[in-house]
């Protein structure tokens, strides 16, 4: 892990953000989907910070960093879930559950889709959700 320092100037409103830092600090979008992808294969958010970390040799992501795009995660979902569907206009509606695993050695649990096919044929999941089981 590398720290830096970075500078603080008196009289200033806002703290000090270097231009450079500012390109170097940030999460490239294809380890945030890996992280996101880790997550959802049942890896807790340290054993992704660890698993990181030893695939390349260093520190690359922290356990904070790794919670935030886990965090991101949930708020998309629940968009997802909350969202307005006065635009399907539903001529048929297929249910469906699947037993998924929980952690890659652990308990299993359902998984509830509910799918549209629109009067135009267009098709659209409208829900995921978690059930006790698949039945």
């Not at 806002?14 to 490239?28: D, G, I, N």
């Not at 910070?49 to 690359?60: D, M, P, Q, T």
């Not at 549209?116 to 044929?121: R, T």
Request: include cysteine; hydrophobic fraction near 35%; proline fraction near 2%.
């Amino acid at each position: 892990m590398v720290r830096v320092q970075v500078p603080q100037i008196r009289g200033q409103e806002a703290p000090y953000r270097s231009q450079l830092w500012s390109h170097v600090a940030k999460t490239s979008e294809g380890l945030k989907r890996l992280s996101g992808e880790m997550y959802a294969g049942g890896l807790s958010q340290r054993d992704i910070e660890y698993g990181l970390g030893k695939a390349v040799g260093h520190f690359i992501l922290s356990k904070s960093a790794v919670s935030a795009l886990t965090d991101s995660l949930t708020q998309e979902y629940e968009a997802f879930r909350t969202r307005d569907l006065s635009g399907y206009d539903v001529a048929s509606l297929f249910m469906d559950a699947v037993d998924e695993p929980l952690r890659r050695w652990g308990r299993r649990t359902g998984v509830f889709c509910v799918w549209a096919i629109c009067v135009d044929g267009r098709k659209g999941l409208l829900t995921l959700s978690t059930a006790n089981s698949e039945s």
